[in-house]
């Protein structure tokens, strides 16, 4: 495909998303921080946009299950490769097996935890043909499906203000919020011309103020401030929606080999970036720790995490490997 066939603002939107979510786990353990939690905060629009960016592409195609059970195969494929890979670097030494990794990877557990979006996805894709047939039967099956969705993330939400909510649900099986968050992607393409207009900047801007002052308040407040229990918060849809139809009207044209370049390293950065922020966090301990501190180890972490994984999809077994 050449790069003229592209929609370069879905690429970018992909390295935007990969970087947030390197940030967001870099900055865990430093939320007792100011800047640390700010980045903390600002980074958890990673996983919206990541989510939004699927339903953006898949959303209103006229999908059937012999697709989506393809789609599903190559998935389970890729964790499996994964899976092996650490089994051998990481899980012999540490007296696990192969199968406790694969499976435990979709249920946040060992070194591929983050691996549970892909159960989640999984969940989705078997419900789009579905999805599909009710979409053509009912005019207004999308903003229905956002409604209903959103209802329960924001009801949900509340719960999780009040210690009650998501604390002991794995995040994969937190359907309401990955639901609504890739209808809502969906919903965009619908409505692109409504979310994409030169106001669109400003309401990302003020979102994310607005957004970040509610967290630190939540931080100190309440309970639920952590960034996986967020999903549900309007202030969080506003800012997600905003900046991605901030970067969808942006005007990238003269950086599409960057972000051509950066967006193939989507897959990888996903798989192996905790690994590169404990290599890291090794070297930065030595330093005095400082209120920059967050920020040298997010700004360290994409740099290292984004050179090992060039190299790697250079290699021409792994770049097909992270096709999928």
């Not at 992909?14 to 786990?25: D, E, F, P, Q, R």
């Not at 996986?228 to 970067?247: A, H, K, M, R, V």
Request: proline share 2%; glycine share 4%.
């Amino acid at each position: 495909m050449i790069a003229s066939e592209r929609n370069l603002s879905l690429d970018l939107i992909k390295v935007v998303a990969m970087y947030c979510i390197i940030c967001l786990h870099t900055t865990m353990k430093y939320t007792d921080s100011n800047l640390g939690f700010i980045i903390y905060t600002i980074s958890g629009l990673g996983m919206p946009l990541f989510f939004m960016v699927s339903g953006y592409l898949m959303w209103n195609r006229d999908l059937d299950y012999k697709y989506v059970f393809s789609k599903t195969f190559r998935i389970i494929k890729f964790v499996a490769i994964m899976s092996f890979i650490f089994w051998i670097v990481f899980g012999i030494r540490n007296s696990t097996g192969y199968f406790e990794i694969f499976f435990g990877s979709f249920l946040q557990q060992h070194n591929l935890a983050q691996f549970w979006y892909f159960l989640s996805i999984i969940i989705i894709y078997l419900t789009l043909p579905l999805c599909s047939l009710l979409r053509k039967r009912f005019k207004h099956f999308t903003l229905f499906f956002i409604c209903f969705w959103g209802c329960i993330a924001l009801f949900w939400h509340v719960l999780n203000c009040l210690g009650v909510g998501e604390m002991q649900i794995l995040q994969p099986f937190r359907i309401w919020n990955w639901f609504f968050l890739f209808s809502l992607g969906g919903g965009i393409k619908c409505c692109k011309s409504t979310v994409c207009n030169r106001d669109t900047k400003y309401v990302f801007a003020i979102s994310l103020v607005l957004f970040t002052i509610y967290a630190i308040i939540m931080h100190d407040y309440l309970v639920g401030a952590s960034a996986e229990y967020q999903f549900g918060n309007p202030l969080l849809w506003i800012c997600s929606t905003s900046l991605f139809g901030t970067i969808l009207m942006s005007n990238i044209s003269s950086r599409q080999v960057i972000i051509i370049e950066l967006s193939s390293l989507f897959l990888p950065s996903y798989v192996f970036h905790n690994q590169m922020i404990r290599l890291v966090k090794h070297f930065t301990k030595q330093i005095a720790f400082s209120e920059f501190t967050p920020f040298l180890e997010c700004f360290c972490t994409m740099l290292v995490t984004t050179l090992f994984c060039y190299c790697l999809v250079k290699i021409p077994y792994m770049n097909k490997v992270f096709r999928i």
